[in-house]
């Protein structure tokens, strides 16, 4: 180990910035956070620096540096693009025995600066010794990734109920054994859900010696996006990793499922046009019973939940059960279909609002108000539109939407199989009839589509 890891407690601490650029503010803003009253000199002091000085009471001094400077320092940093001061700074710090830091030269360093993960009062520390810089960036990418934002509230709560414990359980045993259920049980995810008042109420009874985890069951209704698996955001990876029972339907992409808790129990719920495979009613009542056993219910559905999803169908079912629920919403089938297709669904030139419409109602019949929908300036995407895409095509037609306006069908959209079929309201449905297509589709309608030829990006 070349470098021994080491947190340092600076609060009031004077620390010395040599140099007044960018380099030194980037230097200054982590000396800054820890409380640290910053002393900067340098010729030049840039507006960021001076104001970030003046907030923490520290002090700028235009001038050169002079070994009096050292006077006083808790530790010293040089961010100068003079070999010779810097070199000079490191001699003259070192003789004294101040920590001191010169930026991109280690041989100089007494002290090298990590790359940081901050949670509140919890850190991570990444480095390689100066040895590979851009790895350690992109380290810290992963670890940022995995540890939401909310752990600060967790970090937070434990350190709040510390001496509680202390108090409580005398042996070092038994606190690391409580903490670790707390750590993995339902504490750490009402916390980590931005439930704060609960996580403490749960803490304190587990604390009291209640079993907390007998009865207590959530569920999850998370978006799985369009089927990109890239798309997911970190709480819904998250929550996929943890929970202890699936419920899917057919657009969740394999690539998504393969991002599941491996050992969860999965249960396919999916649904094809006139094809339930499991009626709606079952499958709200199938999230309360396991809710009710206390496991940890991942409902998994494609796009957005609360986009012609259903997610409010199956949240109301919970709510009358006074059961714990989540939401997190997914990237809905017309933004991940647009844009990966290069139709923007709204344009100052071409399109001024957007509209989302299903393309098939409880009786599979489309009675929608056209006369609206064949307005101008507007874009229309059809979910599940593909079975009617006919008659949407020659109702709009034939309340006065131009026949000459572009339309796409989007096939398998963010996905390696994606297709893009391009066409107007006059000549979609027989392209579309000459091609082999299937659900999942989306029908995107107006001047926006002819966009694609000169955004498109993503190829196959």
């Not at 980590?192 to 109420?201: F, R």
């Not at 094809?275 to 409902?299: F, N, T, W």
Request: glycine letters at 8%.
């Amino acid at each position: 180990m070349e470098y021994f890891p080491i947190f340092m407690a600076l609060k009031g601490q004077t620390c010395l910035i040599i140099g007044g650029g960018r380099i030194a503010y980037r230097k200054a803003v982590p000396l800054h956070k820890a409380g640290a009253k910053l002393q900067v000199i340098a010729p030049e002091i840039g507006d960021e620096l001076r104001e970030l000085v003046a907030n923490g009471g520290g002090e700028c001094l235009q001038r050169e540096f002079l070994e009096s400077d050292l006077d006083g320092c808790r530790l010293v940093v040089s961010a100068t693009d003079n070999k010779s001061l810097n070199q000079r700074v490191s001699v003259l710090a070192q003789q004294r025995q101040l920590p001191v830091n010169v930026v991109d030269n280690p041989a100089y360093c007494s002290f090298i600066t990590p790359s940081i993960v901050e949670r509140g009062p919890m850190m991570i520390a990444i480095s390689s010794g100066g040895a590979a810089p851009v790895l350690v960036r992109s380290l810290r990418a992963k670890i940022e990734t995995m540890l939401p934002a909310t752990y600060a509230g967790l970090a937070t709560l434990a350190h709040s109920f510390r001496h509680k414990v202390k108090e409580a359980i005398t042996s070092d045993a038994g606190r690391r054994h409580f903490w670790d259920k707390v750590f993995s049980g339902p504490v750490a995810e009402r916390v980590l859900a931005g439930k704060l008042e609960q996580g403490e109420l749960l803490l304190q009874q587990a604390l009291d010696g209640e079993d907390i985890s007998a009865s207590i069951g959530e569920v999850y209704l998370v978006g799985a996006g369009p089927g990109d698996p890239d798309l997911l955001t970190i709480k819904a990876l998250r929550l996929m990793q943890q929970c202890d029972v699936v419920l899917y339907d057919r657009l969740v992409s394999d690539e998504v499922m393969n991002l599941v808790r491996r050992d969860a129990e999965r249960v396919y719920v999916g649904k094809r046009r006139a094809e339930h495979s499991v009626p709606q009613g079952d499958i709200s009542q199938m999230l309360v019973d396991y809710a009710v056993q206390g496991k940890r219910v991942l409902r998994l559905k494609g796009g957005d939940p609360f986009i012609f999803g259903r997610g409010g169908e199956e949240l109301e079912l919970l709510a009358e059960h006074k059961i714990a629920f989540q939401v997190v919403p997914g990237i809905t089938a017309a933004s991940g279909c647009a844009a990966y297709t290069g139709i923007p669904l709204t344009h100052r030139d071409y399109s001024q609002s957007v509209r989302f419409i299903t393309g098939h109602l409880k009786d599979n019949s489309i009675n929608l108000d056209w006369p609206a929908l064949a307005q101008p300036n507007q874009t229309l995407v059809f979910y599940m539109g593909l079975k009617g895409l006919q008659v949407i095509c020659r109702s709009l037609i034939d309340v006065g939407r131009a026949a000459s306006t572009p339309a796409a069908l989007v096939e398998k959209g963010t996905t390696a199989n994606q297709r893009l079929l391009v066409g107007t309201l006059a000549t979609l449905s027989d392209i579309v009839a000459k091609e082999n297509v299937h659900a999942p589709t989306l029908l995107i309608i107006g001047d926006v589509v002819n966009l694609h030829k000169q955004l498109q990006w993503f190829k196959l």
